[in-house]
C-alpha cells in the first residue's frame, strides 16, 4: 500500500511542483494539500494521511502550531517539516510539536524519499545539517576548526549560494557557462578559503551567513 501524504505549503508553485515530483513514486499517494495551517489541520482529520509535509511560515496557523493540533487530533500521523528555517527556535519548536523529520527545502529529492519512509516506520529523520546545528546547540560551543571569514568574490558568492540551494554541478556550470571542472575547482577554492571540510559545512556557512535566503 502506498504512503497516504499531505503537502502543506503557502506557496502554490513550490506545493505543486513537490505534488507532481512525489507522485511519479509509486510508494507515495498524495492525498490532500493545504495552503495554510488551519487547512492542514481540517484536511488531516478528512483524509487520515500517515505523513505530513509541513511548511512552518504559514498564514493563519503556522507550521509549528499546526503540528501541535495536527497529532492532537491524529496522534498515528507523522510531520515532517520541510523549511528553509535554520535558526535552532524554528526546529526546537517543530520538534517539540511532535515533527518526527526536519528538510531543508533545497534536499535532495532521495532525501526526501529516504525521510518519509524512515519517519512512516516510526523513526525520525533529520538532515545532516539539522543534526550537527542541533549537536552545536547542545554542545553550546562551536566546532574546534571554525569557519574563515574570508572575504569571497563575486563569482564565489555566486557559486557558493547555488551549491547552497542544492543545484547540481553540471546545472551550475551551465549558467555559469564554465565546465564541471572549473566549478570543482572553484569548491575547492570555498573550501580552503573557508577552512570547511564538506559540502555540508559549505551549505552551513551559507545559511548562517545569509547567502542563502530564508523563507
Known sequence: ????????????LFREGLVNLLS??????????AEDGRDVVLKAKEFNPQVVIMDIGMPIINGVEATRQLLKELPSAKVIALSMHSDKQYIKGMLEAGASG?????????ELIEAIHTVNSGKKYLS???TEIMIQDYLGKEEN???????LTERESEILKLIAEGVPTSEISELLFVSVKTIGTHKQHLLEKLNLKTSTDLV???????????D
Open 1 to 12: 500500500m502506498p504512503i497516504r501524504i499531505i503537502i502543506a505549503d503557502d506557496h502554490r
Open 24 to 33: 511519479e513514486s509509486k510508494d507515495i499517494e498524495i492525498v490532500a494539500q
Open 102 to 110: 526536519y528538510l531543508f527545502k533545497n534536499c535532495a529529492y532521495d
Open 128 to 130: 545532516d545539517v539539522i
Open 145 to 151: 576548526n571554525p569557519e574563515s571569514d574570508a572575504e
Open 204 to 214: 552551513k556557512y551559507a545559511i548562517k551567513k545569509g547567502i542563502v535566503s530564508l
